[in-house]
């Protein structure tokens, strides 16, 4: 199973952007679907979550200006951040399970991360 991870970039404070995350993978709909993120010299924190009904979660950090959502016919899921901040600069890492979720360790298969810098 391989998970890619894109769309990262250079964004202003203000800003959108959207994350994707590709997996290589069967049944892909019966996944809990994650995204968390790690900013430089600190833990990796979970973001946000899409179970295999589409029920979400997301951290108390991003709510309510992150969308996540998922593509099963694709087999990718998305973040859409808006009205990005600089602290929300970091490696955002993709992660799937068939399990609860819960921390990162515990994600059946997890990608490598796409970097995402917010300017002010």
């Known amino acids: 199973v391989q998970l890619q991870a894109s769309g990262g970039g250079l964004v202003q404070a203000g800003g959108s952007l959207r994350l994707s995350c590709a997996a290589s993978v069967t049944s892909f709909g019966l996944y809990t679907m994650g995204w968390f993120r790690q900013a430089l010299g600190k833990e990796r924190e979970f973001v946000a979550s899409i179970n295999y009904s589409s029920t979400t979660s997301y951290a108390d950090s991003v709510r309510g200006r992150s969308t996540i959502s998922r593509d099963n016919a694709k087999n990718t899921m998305y973040l859409q951040m808006n009205s990005v901040k600089p602290e929300d600069t970091a490696v955002y890492y993709c992660?799937?399970?068939?399990?609860?979720?819960?921390?990162?360790?515990?994600?059946?298969?997890r990608g490598r991360g796409t970097q995402v810098t917010v300017s002010s």
């Open positions: 992660a799937m399970t068939r399990g609860g979720g819960g921390s990162w360790r515990n994600w059946n298969y």
